[in-house]
Every structure is written in structure tokens, then in C-alpha cells.
């Protein structure tokens, strides 16, 4: 791909100014129309040291409203962001609907410097380009227009290049020694680079190859091919429309698994055995939140369930005994106007705990397969993808050391009508029960087909579901706690 680029192209000064002049005035009209219609839009340059990304990105912006846009310079991952999956900080900097984000290099810096530098093992690039392509796809998917350039040079234009900003007393702080390292090993990085293109290269987020010899000529070619790009998704966005959604599914069809219906909802556990076995785990559990931190293991513990099936009181057996320096629960209710102006998975994303800790998560995820496809807040095409986008973050995780551990807390309509009734006429309790609590129950059925089929969908070897019989609370709890210290043995113990 890379050798094939005609690097003598080149552009006068009267046709650069004529042509750039009105690529600006077009950008910043595209830029209105995405901020009224609540498109995000993405930028990734990547390229050379000394391609020209710098100038580009000024150019890029000129013309912009400051309001409307933000310039991400990535540099190598400072020690806090280490402690999260490579991508987690790239989620953190995601622009809301409506405005743009320029990334100055991006995630593709693990796989060239990071590749370079011996600092991401060759066994482990098949995966991270996985864990791209899946971010790339989820954004565009739900709405995000992206372009991408990668600026190339010639090794002979690299090395002039370097040595002037050396030598310029403006510039000579930006040149790294890595830069001059790409220069020294320029067929080695041109052979990485050149396979992370072809990987990377999709039909829904493709790279651009930017012939970048002459600057002139380079910064045409990006802001052209980005006005295209946007121009394009947009015309686009008015000829597609949604798909019809099917009817609500109210029961299973014959081939379809009743998970939920296998359950023994009859187990019982006496309060001096649970007692004894309860703590008995917590102890457990505590001895191992040591190894969890020495290991740098990452423990996610994802609780849905009924109304009132009891993920609270599981979840305070849980932490009970814990530190609480290394563990933290996160309540997800209904999404902020903040969240909702971002991809699904993004308030996910900044509450990941850090490796070495333990994140609770009291409502997950599954929310979008589950309360917002009932509730008809997630179209029938969204909560569709969202088995597929579930499944990548989840293997996104169990990739960079995250145990997670899954529970439907299941109980019967009748233990669930007996709760409500119990929270009713108890004055502590009472505030735990809403009109949203009696509407969900009015629509069991439709929650028990989506839950079975959230539970076949995504109950993967690297995320298994755990479905717990939570009629009788005590076995619940136990029940919790003891799959909890099974799991993270298994995981620290025996990898």
C-alpha cells in the first residue's frame, strides 16, 4: 500500500490558496449543520514524525467554532492510565453529539510506537487490532462520523525534515528521540505501519493515505477528503432509514432456551448454616482482596435481577468485610443528558475500576437489552447490536485482566408481589417502591423473554451469566458470595 504512494506529488502556492480557502469555508459549515443535527465527528492523523499532522490540525480548525471542537495530543499513557485497558482513555475523550474531536495520533500509537519500542507483545496485536475495529465500529454504528489519514513521507524527506525543527529553536522541543528512532528504523516502522492499515483499513472506518512530501499538497488532500467524508455520511443519514420493528416478543419460541424457567426456586438455607458459611466466605474474600490488589487484577461483579430480588442485600454481604480503599459500587440508574449525548457503553467505560481493584455494579450494560428495549428508549436495531457490542467489551477486559462475574438474581411473581407488598407497609422500605416497580411487573413476560435471551446471547466462556435462586435470600447471598471467591481462586490461581 505505502510503497505504492506517488510521493512527488505536489501543489503551487495559487492553487493551494485558492483551494483551501474554500475547503475552510465548507468545514465550518459542516461543522453548524453536525452540531444541529447532533453529530459526533472524529478525526484520527496519524503518520510520520514531522509529517505535518501539527499544521493540519491548525488548519483544520481555523475557521471552527472553539466551541464545537477539541484537539487531543496523545502522548504515551501516564502511570493512572495504565491501570485501565488501552483503550479506556480514548472512551474518556469521546465528544459529545454535535461536536468534534481532533485526536493528534490515537489508539493506533499501541500498535506502531508501543510495537517499535517492544513495549506490546506480537502475540497480543491480533487482539488490540480486534478491540479497534470493534470501538471503530460501536461509534459509527450509533451516529459518529470518522475519518482517518495516515501522512506519509520518504525517508530522505523524514530525515531533512527532523533535522530543521532540530535546528529551529521553536521547534526543537517536539522532536523526540523516537522520532529520530522511526527515521533510523524507517523500514521497520513502515512494515508496521503498513500492517495495521491493512487490519484496520474497514468498510465502515477506512484510512485515507496521505502523500505528505509536500505540505501543500498533504493539507489539501486531508481537509478535502474530510469534507467528503462528512458530506457524505450525511447525505447518507437522509436516504436510510430504521428498520421496522417486529412486534414485542411476549414468549419464547420452541427453540429458544428458558434458562430462568430451570431455576429451583424451592433451595433453602437455614439462618445458623448461612450464618456460619457467610462469613466464613467474607473471611475468604478479604484474604484475597490482598492477592486481587498484588496481582493487578481487575474484578468487575455485575448484578441484574428482578425488582426486589435482592442485589442490594447481596451486594452489602459482598463489601461488608472489605476494604473499601479497593472496592467501589456504582447505582446506574436511568442515563443524565450528559450520558445520553454519548455512545451506551461510554458512563460504563469511566467507572471501570482500576486493575488491582474490585468494581460493583448495581445495573449494568444490560440495561439497553433489557429496560430499554421494553421500554422502547434503545430502537430495535440499537438493542439488536448491542448483544454483539456487549460481548467485544466484555472480551475487551477479560483481555487486559478483568475477572467478571455476572448475576441474574431470580426470583418467582408471586416472591416479588409478597416484597412489594412488604415494602409497602414497611415505613423504612416504603421509599424503595415506585410506580416504575408495579409497571415493570405488568409486563413480566416481556422481560422474562428478554432476559433468557440476554442470557443466551451473551453468556460467553470469558463472561458466563450466574443465575441465582433468590426466593429465599439467605441461599441468595451465600450463594453470591461463594460463586465470588470460587471465581477469583480459579483466575488467580490457575489463570
Known amino acids: 500500500m505505502l510503497n505504492t504512494l506517488d510521493l512527488s506529488l505536489s501543489l ?34 496519524e503518520g510520520w514524525a514531522a509529517a505535518g499532522k501539527g499544521k493540519i490540525v491548525q488548519k483544520i480548525t481555523n475557521y471552527m467554532d472553539p466551541r464545537g471542537f477539541d484537539v487531543y495530543p496523545i502522548l504515551p499513557p501516564t502511570p493512572q492510565e495504565e491501570k485501565y485497558p488501552f483503550l479506556w482513555r480514548f472512551w474518556q475523550n469521546l465528544p459529545p453529539q454535535g461536536s468534534f474531536a481532533i485526536f493528534y495520533h490515537s489508539w493506533y500509537i499501541h500498535v506502531l510506537e508501543d510495537r517499535l519500542f517492544d513495549r506490546l507483545s506480537e502475540n497480543q496485536v491480533p487482539l488490540v487490532m480486534r478491540d479497534i475495529n470493534a470501538f471503530e465500529r460501536q461509534l459509527i454504528d450509533d451516529g459518529a462520523i470518522m475519518a482517518k489519514f495516515w501522512l506519509h513521507l520518504s525517508k530522505k524527506e523524514l530525515k531533512s525534515r527532523l533535522k530543521d525543527y532540530q535546528e529551529d529553536e521553536l521547534d526543537s522541543w517536539r522532536v523526540r528521540p523516537e ?18 492499515l491493512i487490519y484496520t483499513s474497514t468498510g465502515f472506518a477506512p484510512w485515507t493515505l496521505v502523500e505528505a512530501d509536500c505540505k501543500r499538497w498533504a493539507r489539501v488532500k486531508v481537509l478535502t477528503q474530510l469534507v467528503s467524508t462528512i458530506r457524505g455520511a450525511l447525505a447518507q443519514r437522509k436516504i436510510l432509514s430504521e428498520t421496522p420493528s417486529l412486534p414485542p416478543q411476549a414468549e419464547l419460541l420452541p427453540t429458544e432456551p428458558d434458562y430462568l424457567d430451570r431455576v429451583d426456586l424451592t ?3 437455614p439462618k445458623d448454616e448461612y450464618k456460619t458459611r457467610l462469613k466464613s466466605a467474607q473471611v475468604e474474600l478479604r484474604k ?23 442485589k442490594g442485600g447481596a451486594i452489602k ?35 471501570l475500576p482500576q486493575l488491582g481493584n474490585i468494581g460493583i455494579f448495581d445495573r449494568t450494560w444490560y440495561g439497553r437489552v433489557l429496560v430499554e428495549r421494553i421500554e422502547n428508549f434503545a430502537t430495535e436495531v440499537e438493542w439488536r447490536r448491542a448483544f454483539r457490542e456487549i460481548n467485544e467489551f ?49 409486563k413480566w413476560d416481556l422481560y422474562d423473554v428478554a432476559v433468557n435471551q440476554a442470557i443466551a446471547r451473551t453468556s460467553t466462556p470469558l463472561a458466563p451469566w450466574k443465575i441465582v435462586p433468590g426466593d429465599d435470600k439467605y441461599y441468595a447471598r451465600v450463594y453470591v458470595i461463594e460463586t465470588i471467591v470460587n471465581a477469583i481462586k480459579q483466575k488467580l490461581h490457575h489463570g
Open 12 to 45: 503551487d502556492k495559487k492553487s493551494y490558496h485558492d483551494q483551501i480557502e474554500a475547503l475552510m469555508v465548507e468545514l465550518r459549515s459542516l461543522q453548524n449543520t453536525c452540531w444541529q443535527e447532533k453529530i459526533p465527528i472524529i478525526v484520527v492523523l
Open 179 to 196: 522520532d529520530w528512532h522511526q527515521q533510523k528504523n524507517y523500514k521497520q516502522y513502515s512494515a508496521l505501519a503498513e500492517e495495521m
Open 267 to 269: 433451595v433453602h438455607l
Open 288 to 310: 484475597l482482596q490482598r492477592e486481587i490488589f498484588e496481582k493487578k487484577l481487575g474484578v468487575l461483579l455485575l448484578f441484574e435481577g428482578w425488582d426486589a430480588a435482592g
Open 317 to 351: 454481604r459482598v463489601t461488608d468485610i472489605l476494604d473499601p480503599r479497593n472496592y467501589k459500587v456504582h447505582a446506574f440508574a436511568a442515563p443524565t443528558e450528559e450520558e445520553k449525548n454519548h455512545h451506551y457503553l461510554w458512563r460504563f467505560w469511566r467507572k
Open 394 to 442: 466484555e472480551a475487551q477486559l477479560a483481555t487486559d485482566n478483568y475477572l467478571i462475574i455476572k448475576f441474574w438474581i431470580h426470583i418467582s411473581q408471586e416472591e416479588q408481589l409478597n416484597r412489594f407488598e412488604a415494602r409497602k407497609n414497611d415505613p423504612f422500605k416504603s421509599y424503595k417502591l415506585t410506580e416504575e416497580d408495579w409497571r415493570n411487573r405488568e
